[in-house]
T-cell receptor, first 112, second 117 residues
Framework: DQQVKQNSPSLSVQEGRISILNCDYT??????FLWYKKYPAEGPTFLIS???IKDKNEDGRFTVFLNKSAKHLSLHIVPSQPGDSAVYFC???????????WGAGTKLIIKP | DAGVIQSPRHEVTEMGQEVTLRCKPI?????LFWYRQTMMRGLELLIY????????DSGMPEDRFSAKMPNASFSTLKIQPSEPRDSAVYFC???????????????FGPGTRLTVT
């Protein structure tokens, strides 16, 4: 059973516009949600996260929104830049369990 | 700190051969994770260690896979014998037990791309 789902394998966005990446989860015990970014031939790197006690976290061009009632979170990138082209993974953790449960990833393509 | 170090970066081997992947975690990190990434299954957790002790190996696909962590600064993932379906990118990641405002962030190495022919 996939506890973290990213239903869009890929997303194409025009440079300068907003990119919205979505993630759904099933486990209500998750208390931290993290977004990772991955370029080809590199390991994933941390991008932004949100605690379950918040509904929004912002860091520069990146904002993550959490809707606990819908068990849904989204990552907004505004404005999108060519360097944002990468695979984005959503991950979640529960309590003191140090594992991260990962989504399948969404490939974001920023068109010039 | 140099970050998580993995070697080799690329490995090409023939079916039936033994393959050993290596990882050096970030100094001071208590947790070490081995992942496999494939197009079909995304990022899969294979096994993770806490203070050099394996905690959960339920993701290890078969007995052909084994992992060790003889000390806090070194871990290996071994496949013996290797098969073509083992071809994937294998990542090692480490983290601290101390939660930060980011949550339990994991730091990844660059990965080892394994090709079994």
């Amino acid at each position: 059973d996939q506890q973290v789902k990213q239903n869009s394998p890929s997303l194409s966005v025009q440079e300068g516009r907003i990119s919205i990446l979505n993630c759904d989860y099933t486990n209500s015990m998750f208390d931290y949600f993290l977004w990772y970014k991955k370029y080809p031939a590199e390991g994933p790197t941390f991008l932004i996260s949100i605690s379950s006690i918040k509904d929004k976290n912002e860091d520069g061009r990146f904002t993550v929104f959490l809707n606990k009632s819908a068990k849904h979170l989204s990552l907004h990138i505004v404005p999108s830049q060519p360097g944002d082209s990468a695979v984005y993974f959503c991950a979640a953790s529960a309590g003191s369990n140090y594992q991260l449960i990962w989504g399948a990833g969404t490939k974001l393509i920023i068109k010039p | 700190d140099a970050g998580v170090i993995q070697s080799p970066r690329h490995e090409v081997t023939e079916m039936g051969q033994e393959v050993t992947l290596r990882c050096k975690p970030i100094s001071g990190h208590d947790y070490l994770f081995w992942y496999r990434q494939t197009m079909m299954r995304g990022l899969e957790l294979l096994i993770y260690f806490n203070n050099n002790v394996p905690i959960d190996d339920s993701g290890m696909p078969e007995d052909r896979f084994s992992a060790k962590m003889p000390n806090a600064s070194f871990s290996t993932l071994k496949i013996q014998p290797s098969e073509p379906r083992d071809s994937a990118v294998y990542f090692c990641a480490s983290s601290s037990k101390l939660i930060t405002r980011r949550g339990y962030e994991q730091y990844f190495g660059p990965g080892t791309r394994l090709t079994v022919t």
